[in-house]
């Protein structure tokens, strides 16, 4: 059997153990966005199918099963459709082992299945890639909506190769043949809504009954929301840009609107889970959408991981709140403004973080959290514990305290490498499973040029205390389910267009 002309299978790759790790916790599965805004873009002209791994529950498995069934289910994937194009998707660098993996059972099944792979860690690193994986035909570097239907129609010959922006392949003498990527989609509206219809929403409903739920909404299945790409910011530990591009773009409040009104009517969404880096950079556009929301009649519930703290004041929120904002994360990394500002670049005062904890606390039903990272190279007793006393201080529902994982493709990353503070460098190889697990807080990976790491660890026990202990009234009635759902029983499905 030859492979199908018309048929594009992208396969997301789920969170399994990796060589030099336990398993990563599972939150529960969020829909693949990647791999669904790929299929909306290729719907007018090819088949499309997703196939989702992340549905298989393989984190629960020990490493080695896990791995077989994955393989299973994309071999079994393969022989039915044969497709002319597989793409896997890998959104962690922890996935690039089972991209490896899963690559070699695609082409043992079918040869002339082309493989692509995209995502932020095979953009990074896409000239290793091609050079070192027989099994993987084409990395596309960053946002795929323009150069995945443009290699696919390559393929079914209707095109050329050589003219398509950010896509690396092998050369005849094996080395890699790389278009730079150049071109991020400036018109994001011009983008296909995602393709919703290919995904069964009964397989992503996740068991809400902790949930914080002040609507006291039959919350079903949450849908993903993304209304905007990339971030004007420049952290020094974040990496997104390099798969986003450079230049914060957004989608027009009326898209938005568009969007959550064909899954609040369609699809029955009443819980949105908004995935934007910085949703909240440009004042007029939120407004307008939150305007748009209670208007348009939408009784939601939403969930927002990425605000930026500087563009939020009293009229952000309160709009917010009023159009369903129930849990939002504030991105403040650390206590000291030194590292906060001079080292990681956040340009973010404490007085700032101040008045919007303050303006957060006026919103009871809202649940607020927020991130902090501890052992950056620069931190010193005196900068945790200047993180330490802030977390006190603020009336915060919950905080998550990550240790520093230095990401490939950030200032950090090459920092922490130069300067040989890595605790285990093999494990930060391009091919490795790098990014491990964040939420279980278990894990040095760099000693901080002034600490040693049993000092580190000794802070991260009194931060995991001061955790346990600040957690308020309101977000300990909740349990774990809305983090994480470990009877989850999703099955795997398969989409087709
Ligand atoms: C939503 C999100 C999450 C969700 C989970 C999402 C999910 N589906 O499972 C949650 C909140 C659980 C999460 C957790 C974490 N996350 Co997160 N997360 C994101 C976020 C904000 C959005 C991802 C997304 O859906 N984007 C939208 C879609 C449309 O984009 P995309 O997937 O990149 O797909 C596009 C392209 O990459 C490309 N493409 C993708 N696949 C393919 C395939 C082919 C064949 C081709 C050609 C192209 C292609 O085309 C797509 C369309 O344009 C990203 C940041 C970002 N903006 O990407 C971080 C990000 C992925 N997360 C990151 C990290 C580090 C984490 C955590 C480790 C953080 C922590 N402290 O706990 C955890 C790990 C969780 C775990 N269990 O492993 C990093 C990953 C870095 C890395 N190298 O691995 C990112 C990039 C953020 C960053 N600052 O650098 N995350
Ligand atoms: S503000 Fe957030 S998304 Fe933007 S660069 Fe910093 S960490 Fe990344």
Redesign the pocket.
């Known amino acids: 059997m030859t492979a199908s002309k018309d048929t594009v299978l992208?396969i997301?790759c789920a969170?399994v153990a990796s060589s030099q790790g336990g398993p990563?916790?599972?939150?529960y599965?969020?829909?693949?966005?990647?791999?669904?805004?790929?299929a909306g873009a290729l719907r007018e002209r090819f088949g499309a199918s997703i196939l989702d791994l992340?549905l298989l529950g393989l984190?629960k498995l020990p490493p080695d099963e896990a791995r077989a069934r994955a393989a299973e289910a994309v071999r079994a994937e393969i022989r039915e459709a044969k497709p002319l194009l597989a793409?896997?998707?890998?959104?962690?660098?922890?996935q690039m082992e089972q991209v490896l993996e899963l690559a070699r059972v695609i082409k043992d099944e079918s040869p002339e299945t082309k493989v692509?792979?995209?995502?932020?860690?095979p953009?990074?690193y896409s000239r290793d890639v091609i050079e070192n994986c027989p099994d993987l035909d084409?990395?596309?570097q960053?946002?795929?909506?323009e150069?995945?239907p443009a290699?696919a129609l390559a393929l079914r010959g209707e095109g050329n190769l050589a003219g398509i922006d950010g896509l690396t392949r092998r050369g005849p003498d094996g080395r890699a043949v790389e278009s730079p990527k150049t071109r991020y989609i400036e018109d994001v509206d011009s983008?296909p809504r995602?393709a919703y219809e290919l995904i069964d929403f009964s397989a992503y409903r996740p068991d809400t009954a902790d949930w914080h739920n002040p609507k006291g909404h039959d919350i079903g299945t949450p849908a993903?929301l993304?209304t905007s790409?990339?971030?004007p910011g420049r952290c020094n530990?974040?990496?997104?840009h390099r798969?986003?591009g450079p230049k914060f773009r957004r989608h027009s409040a009326e898209r938005v609107l568009d969007e959550m009104e064909y899954l609040y009517h369609e699809k029955k969404v009443r819980y949105f889970?908004v995935?934007?880096?910085n949703l909240t950079v440009d004042k007029k556009r939120i407004l307008d959408i939150c305007r748009g929301v209670r208007t348009r009649g939408l009784d939601v519930q939403m969930r927002v991981?990425?605000m930026a703290i500087n563009a939020l004041d009293a009229e952000i929120i309160e709009a917010l709140t009023g159009a369903g904002l129930v849990w939002g994360s504030l991105a403040i990394e650390s206590g000291s403004e030194f590292i906060r500002n001079q080292i990681m670049g956040k340009n973010l005062s404490t007085a700032k973080i101040r008045e919007v904890v303050k303006l957060f606390r006026k919103y009871p039903d809202v649940i607020t959290t927020a991130?902090f990272i501890i052992g950056m190279p620069e931190d010193t007793h005196e900068t945790l514990q200047m993180t330490y006393d802030l977390i006190e201080e603020l009336e915060l529902d919950q905080v998550?305290i990550?240790h520093l994982?230095p990401?490939?493709?950030?200032r950090v990353y090459d920092q922490c490498l130069a300067e040989g503070l890595m605790l285990n460098p093999a494990e930060h190889a391009w091919n490795s499973g790098?990014?491990?697990?964040?939420?279980r807080n278990a894990n040095i990976f760099v000693k901080p040029r002034a600490l040693e790491t049993e000092e580190l660890a000794l802070w991260a026990e009194r931060f995991e205390a001061l955790r346990e202990a600040k957690k308020s009234l309101k977000f300990r009635r909740l349990g774990a389910g809305s983090i994480i759902d470990p009877d989850q029983k999703n099955t795997p499905r398969k989409n087709y267009a």
């Open positions: 992208f997301s969170n990563l916790p599972s939150s599965t969020y829909m693949p966005m990647g791999a669904m805004y790929l992340n984190w793409g896997l998707s890998c959104l962690f660098s922890t692509a792979v995209g995502g932020i860690h953009t990074i084409f990395v596309m960053g946002e795929g909506e150069s995945v290699l983008i995602p993903p993304l790409r990339s971030c530990f974040c990496s997104l798969a986003m889970e995935l934007d880096d991981g990425g991130l998550y990550s994982l990401i490939p493709g950030t790098t990014v491990r697990n964040f939420y």
